[in-house]
């Protein structure tokens, strides 16, 4: 029985890092503080800096990130907020939470992002925000989305939790929108010893608007101005974040390095083709680079062609199916589009987004992690390569 390749492997990481992180907490627990200070504010910096913005405020997690980012533009019952149906859940989440309406537009079938064609028609006088999501760690259209949002005096919140050092034309993801949000989950490209966000921004008064909506509102302590929340970071997911970050870049280029033997194997193996109309008729389609910017490769999602009906999840099932049997790991990223999510049956979204609907029927994400190693991508490859001759 051959070994099992992972989706991701967080041991083989801890592995190399035992001695910082430990070194990190340490640090914490003789400090005895647990809450902010200075940990979080040098994370906060650092991250900052690292993603082209003046500011930075931890929060508890990307979902809190999202969450706090729309509160601190006043999204509330009566506003629409445009944004991908593609996306982890939290991204439509937040805007429902707030009573405000999400307004999907559907995706782009080669980058899995919002289409920006589509955008302008979706905008009507109750339009407040656009939130895209920066699927897989390639970022959204930036260019256009920010065009449209300043011919309409709209605001523009970045969903960068999986795109943290992507960029478009040079400019961060997270940096380009007013907000952006970033997700430290375990499994992300940076990833904490639990639950950990940031917000950033290059607008200093929406920046204090978060910070004071991060810790209740108050300002000075028990006087408060604004209705926030509990949204802070913990110092000790600050410190180990902060001892995992030099290592961020290296991960960086191991996962691009990944992507490019996939897309070279699987090109060999004659499952995928880069030129099309001859790319529709092969059974795998690679995932696509827009050309605009840095990927990072949080995911690397290959799209699954059906033979019989392209709306149907039928093939890539069996194909999940056959992999686990071989000891491969895979996973769906998302199985379902949020404008179908049986939690928002009664907001009666009647949006037209086939391309997340085929989109959620197909994709498949393999093993990218930055420790995975060349013979297991060529296992992976070949694993699926007999699945397709069997
Ligand atoms: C992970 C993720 C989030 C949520 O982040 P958490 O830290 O898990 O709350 C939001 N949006 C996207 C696109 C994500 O991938």
């Not at 190399?16 to 627990?29: G, P, Q, S, W």
């Not at 083709?273 to 827009?290: F, H, M, T, Y």
Request: charged fraction near 20%.
């Amino acid at each position: 029985m051959s070994e099992l390749i992972p989706m991701l492997d967080l041991k083989a990481q801890y592995a190399t890092l035992r001695k910082e992180i430990h070194a990190a907490i340490d640090r914490v627990m003789e400090s005895q503080h647990f809450i902010l200070g200075p940990e979080v504010e040098a994370f906060e910096r650092e991250v900052a800096a690292y993603s082209q913005s003046q500011f930075g405020i931890g929060v508890s997690s990307g979902t809190d990130a999202l969450l706090v980012a729309l509160m601190a533009i006043n999204i509330g019952p009566g506003d629409e907020v445009i944004t991908s149906p593609y996306s982890f859940f939290a991204t439509a989440g937040s805007i429902v939470r707030l009573g405000a309406r999400p307004v999907f537009v559907d995706i782009d079938l080669d980058t899995l992002n919002i289409d920006v064609n589509k955008i302008e028609a979706k905008i009507t006088p109750r339009t407040r925000a656009i939130l895209p999501d920066h699927l897989a760690g390639q970022t959204a259209d930036m260019g256009a989305i920010m065009q449209i949002a300043q011919k309409h005096n709209l605001y523009v919140i970045e969903d960068a939790c999986q795109a943290i050092g992507a960029d478009y034309q040079g400019k961060r993801a997270g940096s380009i929108g007013h907000l952006g949000c970033f997700s430290f989950f375990p499994s992300k490209n940076l990833g904490g010893a639990g639950d950990s966000g940031m917000v950033v921004s290059n607008d200093p008064a929406l920046a204090d608007r978060v910070a004071l909506l991060r810790n209740h509102g108050h300002r000075p302590k028990y006087y408060n101005k604004a209705i926030g929340g509990n949204f802070r970071m913990d110092a000790l997911q600050a410190a180990i974040l902060r001892a995992k970050f030099p290592h961020l870049e290296n991960w960086t280029a191991a996962r691009q390095k990944n992507a490019a033997l996939y897309n070279e194997l699987f090109k060999n193996a004659g499952l995928s083709s880069d030129k099309s109309p001859e790319r529709e008729n092969k059974p795998v389609i690679l995932p696509q680079e827009a050309g605009w910017g840095r990927h990072i490769y949080h995911l690397y999602q290959i799209r699954i062609q059906n033979r019989e009906s392209p709306r149907s999840a039928a093939e890539r099932g069996k194909l999940m199916s056959y992999l686990k049997e071989h000891q491969i790991s895979t996973e769906v990223y998302y199985p379902v589009a949020l404008h179908k999510q049986e939690c928002f049956a009664q907001m009666d979204f009647n949006e037209d987004c086939p391309n997340a609907e085929k989109a959620s029927q197909q994709t498949l994400a393999l093993p990218i992690y930055p420790e995975l190693t060349a013979s297991n991508i060529e296992r992976i490859v070949s694993a699926i390569e007999d699945f397709y001759n069997q």
